[in-house]
């Protein structure tokens, strides 16, 4: 079975740093993603790692450590438009993803 | 934009009664996916296919089936609509981007009465 877990909510300063961890145990490992879903839109691709280490997209980075099956979106430089839900995925051996249930990013002024 | 488009985009039916979700891509991709996303529990996959005629179970399969019988169309059938199958239904695609991402569509809100 596929175990993913995520804290359920976290609250930022407008202009602040958060981090958003993410634990998993899979059957399978062949990627772990973050998406970002605004309420009431579709999840939208935010970054993906697959070997070890930090990737860095902007204001987002996204670290990967697979012997700790763990994960972390760092959002940098807080923004109001940041405040959305961010979904932690891993794919498996195919072409599958498993989802953890997301953490809600509240960022105030 | 990936081309995904759902319909309807918001259904209200009874207990008992068929539903069935369209889900088509402009763009030719193999692999489409079928999600329920509810409060607590994230994403689920029902059903995805792998081709034209090609599908297999997910996680939450029980009380859906699904067809594709064109590149472009993915349904979904909810055979006898229950109250616990209210919820947000997302299709996606796995893009041509160089990490095989998926794409959602727009979602289909989905409500049994």
């Known amino acids: 079975g596929q175990n993913i877990d995520q804290p359920t909510e976290m609250t930022a300063t407008e202009g602040a740093i958060v981090q958003i961890n993410c634990t998993y145990q899979?059957?399978?490992?062949?990627?772990l993603f973050w998406y970002q879903q605004h309420a009431g839109e579709a999840p939208t691709f935010l970054s993906y790692n697959v070997l070890d280490g930090l990737e860095e997209k902007g204001r987002f980075s996204s670290f990967l450590s697979r012997s700790k099956g763990y994960s972390y979106l760092l959002l940098k430089e807080l923004q109001m438009k940041d405040s959305a839900s961010y979904l932690c995925?891993?794919?498996?051996?195919?072409?599958?993803?498993?989802f953890g249930a997301g953490t809600t990013v509240t960022v105030r002024a | 934009d990936a081309g995904i488009t759902q319909s309807p985009r918001h259904k209200v039916t009874e207990t008992g009664t068929p539903v069935t979700l369209r889900c088509h891509q402009t763009e030719n991709h193999r692999y489409m996916y079928w999600y329920r996303q509810d409060p607590g529990h994230g994403l689920r996959l029902i059903h995805y296919?792998?081709?034209?005629?090609?599908?297999d179970k997910g996680e939450v399969s029980d009380g859906y089936s699904v067809s594709r019988s064109k590149t472009e169309d993915f349904l979904l059938t909810l055979e006898s609509a229950t109250s616990s199958q209210t919820s947000v239904y997302f299709c996606a695609i796995t893009g041509g981007g160089e990490n095989y991402e998926q794409y959602f569509g727009p979602g289909t809100r989905l409500t049994v009465t």
């Open positions: 899979t059957s399978g490992f062949n990627g």
């Open positions: 296919s792998y081709g034209v005629k090609d599908t």
């Open positions: 995925a891993v794919r498996d051996g195919d072409y599958k993803l498993s």
